[in-house]
């Protein structure tokens, strides 16, 4: 029976890739992604209308985790009325028969040769370097590279194979579409990846991003430059020096009191701030900040606790969080920390309303369980303070 079944997969798969090389695009089992052979250039193709009929785990190679992965793919790419057929004379054939087919279908899914995620990026790579090419092309190339980096074994190639250098140099591409694929293909390769942070350090992509986040009229590109600003220096003591150098203090000082600025850049400049103090508490010896004592900064966080966006309320009092339990804000502490106590006291009153009236209540209950600890924090640390003898 099983032997009857494997042959059964098999010829539904090799079905199936006589479909799909009649097509022009094929997808994958990963939501969207599949190695196609109609392609013939080596790109990886999308196609949203039969997602739900693939499997998610599959790898975005091309490979299949199980023989019920490539069952449920080739399924999907068959036609019901010739598979009942092939059900039916596979269940004819003698055991020898059995065998001998398995064989030839065997040596024809071998020849498919699906490529490895080494040798799709090398080919996105290189249509990224290839200027004559169009524009639609160079943004595919980026959204297959930006697919590919999520694996960390692949964001460590990135570099080996040329494309760290080429994606660096296009965030000075005249295109903001393109500079915007470029600074979200840096960020995610950087995420919590110190390889790929010491690289981009060293070939001078955090300035140039730093200068996007300050100068770029397009929100989205400033969103995403910041978003690769925070991974490359998340706990990266060098990249926090070159952060601090080129002026990154100011940088989020001046999003911080933009009125203007979109919600989702205060978010995660907000974050960062946060992040950065989590550092400090960390590694306080290796790294001197005045930044966190300055009012003015902690005056811009509490500010933003009149915002009714319950996902910035709840990111200020994170970073306000971790602000308090750094030593360098005692004196703040004495001074009230900028209205703090008085604004957290507005925050729980306008969480209340939301959870009253059931807008977001779960969320809401949380932020204002956060709200009460950050508070309780303050005050006990202006209580441990005023204990001190003087």
Not at 52 to 80: K, R, V
Not at 132 to 137: F, I, N, Q, T, Y
Not at 248 to 254: E, I, K, P, S, T
Not at 357 to 373: H, I, M, P, S
Request: proline share 2%.
């Amino acid at each position: 029976m099983g032997r009857i079944l494997l042959t059964f997969t098999l010829v539904v798969v090799v079905m199936a890739v006589g479909i799909s090389m009649a097509e022009p695009v094929n997808q994958s089992a990963s939501g969207g992604l599949f190695w196609s052979t109609a392609n013939g250039n080596g790109h990886l193709a999308r196609n949203a209308e039969t997602d739900e009929s693939l499997n998610d785990h599959d790898e975005l190679d091309g490979g299949f985790p199980s023989l019920d992965g490539m069952l449920q793919w080739a399924i999907g790419h068959s036609d019901p009325a010739k598979l009942e057929i092939k059900a039916h004379d596979v269940q004819q054939l003698s055991a020898d028969e059995l065998q001998k087919r398995q064989m030839e279908i065997k040596e024809l899914v071998e020849k498919l040769e699906m490529p490895s995620d080494a040798k799709l990026m090398r080919i996105a790579i290189d249509d990224l370097n290839n200027s004559s090419l169009s524009l639609e092309d160079h943004l595919r190339a980026l959204e297959e590279l930006l697919i590919l980096v999520e694996a960390i074994d692949n964001a460590n190639d990135l570099h080996k194979l040329g494309g760290l250098a080429s994606v660096i140099r296009e965030l000075s591409n005249s295109d903001p579409g393109i500079r915007v694929a470029c600074a979200w293909i840096v960020g995610k390769a950087s995420q919590n990846n110190p390889v790929v942070q010491k690289q981009v350090l060293e070939l001078g992509a955090l300035p140039q991003l730093m200068t996007i986040v300050k100068s770029s009229v397009l929100e989205e590109e400033a969103i995403k430059a910041l978003y690769a600003v925070s991974a490359i220096i998340r706990n990266n003591l060098n990249g926090l020096k070159m952060f601090y150098s080129q002026g990154g203090d100011q940088m989020l000082q001046g999003i911080l009191s933009n009125a203007t600025a979109d919600v989702r850049l205060r978010r995660r400049s907000v974050s960062l701030v946060a992040d950065l103090a989590e550092y400090q508490l960390e590694y306080s010896s290796k790294l001197e900040v005045p930044f966190f004592s300055n009012c003015a900064l902690v005056r811009q966080l509490i500010d933003l606790t009149a915002s009714g966006d319950l996902d910035l309320h709840e990111k200020v009092l994170l970073a306000v969080k971790n602000l308090l339990m750094l030593k360098s804000t005692e004196f703040l502490v004495v001074d009230g920390f900028c209205g703090l106590h008085g604004a957290l006291e507005k925050m729980r009153q306008q969480l209340q309303e939301s959870i009253l009236e059931g807008n977001q209540r779960e969320y809401a209950t949380d932020v204002e369980d956060l709200c009460k600890e950050v508070d309780f924090i303050y005050l006990e640390k202006l209580k441990k303070i005023s204990q001190v003898p003087t």
